[in-house]
């Protein structure tokens, strides 16, 4: 029920008078034998009315009248008396700072700790309002500090804290209990760091509170000061003696630089990435923040991790997150677009590709995953993959691994309905076309992709297998090859093929090394291979991408490579 809202014809004739402010009128009602404890729909009495407009001489006369009509323990009863909402006078006093009143009702004998039906009381009420004077004379009159009110069990020194009323904050924390928990186990400390509360915060440290105190999930101060931004607490919890890799989770090693980067605070995780252990960017166990900077989207938290040497490939988190690679959970959240900014700082940083994160460029009629990654990283020769040691940088470029030339090569011959979209990147790229002269790629491709594949070859010397495979697609009448595929390569084509082979795919096609041969520049597009038009891509209703990935689990067949 409300028993906030006044009905003005409940109120008695003396609290009407008090509420008016008439201090005649209340004596004259008095005198009259008006009683002075006669209760409106709220519980309210002129007491109350008297306390709550904080007039001093009202209360002097209604408490004198109730002492001469009868005994002293009938006057202490009504200077404690109660409304519907459990509020006494000295509380309703308290609540809105009237310092006189409640000074003459503790007088008067009312109980300083008599709690509200919601479990406040008059120091916790002075308290939220920010009545410090009125909250110094409780306290020295004896005060409970310590008790629980409220359902969150918070103390005053608790609410004090969340106001940020520092003044009161300084009175309390020489009788208060610095520690005292909330049903969260949330210290005055932590409430501190919570809410941005800095000048409260350092009063309580300054007084010895616990600056590595934590709630019952684990949580500390700095985890919480990191989490909401708060990055002038986060300085001087740091300066104060709070750990930064003090684990803050039951499920996973939560650190305070993983809530700052989740929430993208680039100030507080500048700061903690100069303190925390390194042990979380790739120890086993651990989790990097760059997966929870990438999980919400905080695409300046992962340009700051990784330009401070964060690994763009930190560690195996499976069986924590279900997820292998910071690269893999970007990739995950290109289904309904292109691909994010943590793609492409990834990438630029030189991320590994596994087979799965290669389903996401190759599976698809778009290229632009496909474009980015070639921009960023260059295709090795083959010969340099015989080795043990390939090359881990060739034109200041990182340059894809064996394993990951590998994977690619799979999962093209396993989308060979793609190759329309990506072989011909993939060769202006410089890849080894013979690399892709497998048996699956010669029976399952269309024309016009077999016959731009075979244009980088010299056909004529293919093994005895695949022109099998050629001959009886021509005789199924499933390709249609070029009139010059029924000869011999003509000379120029060799040349090119020879020219190819002695600078090297990749520098023949990614740089201006052919500019620098003595041939006549008409050439140049002759001898880079852009006389051969492209073949076109021609499924009409394209499945989402998702379904795509799925369907390439399902159908995958592992095709051994090099």
């Known amino acids: 029920m409300d028993f906030t809202e006044c009905y003005g014809d409940t109120v008695s004739s003396v609290a009407a008078a008090v509420r008016s402010g008439s201090r005649k009128r209340v004596r004259r009602l008095l005198r009259r034998g008006c009683s002075a404890d006669c209760r409106d729909n709220r519980g309210w009495n002129a007491l109350h009315e008297a306390a709550a407009a904080g007039s001093t001489k009202c209360l002097r006369d209604l408490l004198?009248?109730?002492?001469?009509?009868?005994?002293?323990?009938?006057c202490r009863a009504y200077v404690n008396s109660l409304t519907h909402e459990g509020e006494s006078a000295c509380y309703l006093a308290a609540q809105r700072?009237?310092?006189s009143a409640v000074r003459l009702l503790v007088t008067a004998h009312a109980n300083i700790d008599q709690l509200t039906n919601d479990l406040s009381c008059p120091l916790y009420a002075a308290v939220d309002g920010g009545h410090k004077e009125v909250v110094q004379m409780?306290?020295?009159?004896?005060?409970?500090?310590?008790?629980?009110?409220?359902?969150?069990?918070?103390?005053?020194?608790?609410?004090?804290?969340?106001?940020?009323?520092s003044d009161i904050v300084r009175i309390l924390v020489t009788v208060s209990n610095l520690e005292a928990l909330d049903?969260?186990?949330i210290s005055p400390l932590f409430v501190a760091a919570q809410y941005g509360q800095q000048e409260c915060l350092e009063i309580l440290l300054q007084a010895g509170a616990n600056v590595n105190t934590r709630a019952a999930d684990l949580a500390t101060p700095l985890l919480i000061a990191s989490q909401e931004g708060h990055h002038a607490c986060v300085d001087y919890l740091l300066?104060?003696?709070?750990?930064?890799?003090?684990?803050?989770?039951?499920?996973w090693p939560q650190l305070p630089i993983h809530a700052a980067a989740e929430f993208g605070h680039t100030r507080v995780l500048r700061r903690l990435i100069a303190v925390t252990d390194r042990l979380c960017d790739c120890g086993d166990g651990m989790v990097s923040p760059l997966y929870v900077a990438i999980h919400n989207h905080q695409s300046k938290c992962v340009e700051l991790l990784l330009t401070e040497?964060?690994?763009?490939?930190?560690?195996?988190?499976?069986?924590?997150?279900?997820?292998?690679?910071?690269?893999s959970l970007a990739l995950s959240h290109t289904s309904t677009k292109t691909y994010s900014e943590s793609v492409k700082l990834l990438v630029a940083a030189g991320a590994s590709f596994t087979e799965e994160d290669w389903i996401y460029a190759l599976t698809t009629d778009k290229t632009d995953l496909l474009q980015l990654v070639l921009e960023h990283r260059w295709i090795p020769r083959p010969e340099a993959l015989i080795g043990d040691c390939p090359l881990s940088q060739f034109h200041g470029k990182p340059v894809l691994k064996r394993q990951e030339l590998r994977d690619l090569l799979c999962v093209a011959l396993n989308q060979v309905c793609f190759a329309a979209c990506w072989l011909p990147l993939l060769l202006r790229a410089g890849l080894e076309p013979s690399l892709l002269l497998h048996p699956h790629m010669l029976e399952q491709a269309d024309s016009e992709v077999l016959n731009y594949l075979l244009e980088f070859v010299n056909w004529s010397t293919l093994s005895v297998p695949l022109k099998h495979i050629l001959n009886q697609r021509r005789a199924e009448k499933s390709w249609e090859p070029c009139s010059d595929f029924d000869s011999v390569p003509c000379l120029s084509h060799i040349c090119r093929l020879q020219v190819r082979a002695l600078l090297g795919p990749d520098l023949l096609m990614r740089t201006n090394a052919i500019q620098q041969l003595p041939v006549p520049s008409p050439l140049h597009g002759f001898l880079q291979f852009?006389?051969?038009?492209?073949?076109?891509?021609?499924?009409l209703q394209p499945t989402p991408l998702s379904?795509?990935?799925?369907?390439?689990?399902?159908?995958h067949q592992h095709r051994h490579i090099l």
């Open 239 to 251: 300066d104060h003696g709070a750990d930064p890799n003090t684990a803050c989770s039951h499920d």
């Open 547 to 555: 379904n795509r990935i799925e369907g390439y689990h399902i159908s």
């Open 183 to 185: 049903d969260h186990r």
């Open 138 to 165: 409780l306290v020295s009159k004896g005060a409970e500090v310590n008790g629980t009110h409220t359902a969150s069990c918070w103390t005053c020194l608790h609410q004090a804290v969340y106001k940020g009323h």
């Open 97 to 99: 700072g009237h310092l």
């Open 309 to 327: 040497g964060y690994s763009p490939d930190a560690q195996d988190c499976t069986e924590t997150l279900g997820l292998h690679s910071p690269l």
């Open 530 to 539: 852009r006389d051969i038009p492209e073949p076109s891509y021609s499924q």
């Open 64 to 74: 004198a009248a109730v002492g001469a009509a009868g005994s002293s323990r009938g």
